[in-house]
């Protein structure tokens, strides 16, 4: 059973291009999870979605980022017009369901990352 | 503001020394607890979790830890460790202030074993 896997592993972008970075989760996996890791910092939360829905994008920043997991293919992060600050480890999670915190939310697994830098 | 605090930035232990990283929350209400280790060059991996019953959580490769609820605290233990054991070690929470179930990380821990 193959885990999380993320590609490109490492991605290099000019100021002002594009970086799209793809999510395929775990098999029989539907909810995916995006985090961000900054140098010297822990991961952050970005967005959850499930497939063919956005459900909770309140860690996205308002404008050049966008997320999206189709009916089939992998999830999407796509900055548009990268900046410096965008360098950063990009992290996938993939769970096969969402559950109650009283009955124990399912496991994130996580892929490999993305490292992505803006020259 | 609520945050995941793990104040031991770097240690640096011999083999076979006791270890005890420090973690502490401050989401009220309900919440799920996880340890997660990544070693060099790998991937996030979950060594344990909590979210209810036992406060005292066995997990993988000899790693336990224990939640403590009213220091809001879950301090990751191993007896001894191991050269094998040197890696960054993330403590991470879901609170359900949200529903989304997002894990909310520390800073991470960098352990590094010397023979």
């Known amino acids: 059973n193959a885990g999380v896997m993320q590609n490109p592993r490492h991605l290099v972008r000019r100021r002002g291009q594009e970086a799209r970075l793809r999510c395929s989760p775990m098999?029989?996996?539907?909810?995916v999870y995006w985090y961000r890791q900054l140098p010297e910092e822990g991961l952050k939360f970005m967005v959850y979605l499930q497939k063919e829905n956005i459900i909770d994008e309140s860690g996205m920043p308002k404008e050049r980022f966008s997320a999206e997991f189709p009916k089939e293919g992998p999830s999407i992060l796509r900055i548009q017009q990268v900046v410096r600050g965008d360098s950063a480890a990009y992290f996938c999670a993939s769970s096969p369901r969402w559950r109650p915190l009283a009955l124990g939310a399912d496991t994130q697994y996580f892929g490999p990352g993305t490292r992505l830098t803006v020259l | 503001a609520q945050s995941v605090s793990q104040h031991n930035h770097h240690v640096i232990l011999s083999e076979a020394a006791s270890l005890e990283l420090g973690c502490n929350y401050s989401?009220?209400?309900?919440?799920?607890l996880f340890w997660y280790v990544q070693y060099p060059g790998q991937h996030l991996q979950l060594l344990l979790k909590?979210?209810?019953?036992?406060?005292l959580v066995k997990g993988i490769k000899g790693f336990e830890a224990e939640f403590i609820k009213s220091k809001f605290s879950f301090n990751l233990r191993k007896p001894s460790v191991q050269w094998s054991d040197t890696a960054e070690y993330f403590c991470?929470?879901?609170?359900?202030?949200?529903?989304?179930?997002?894990?909310?990380f520390g800073t991470g821990t960098r352990l590094t074993v010397i023979p």
């Open positions: 989401y009220g209400g309900t919440v799920n």
């Open positions: 991470a929470v879901i609170a359900d202030q949200t529903g989304a179930n997002n894990l909310f």
């Open positions: 909590y979210f209810s019953g036992d406060p």
């Open positions: 098999k029989g996996h539907s909810h």
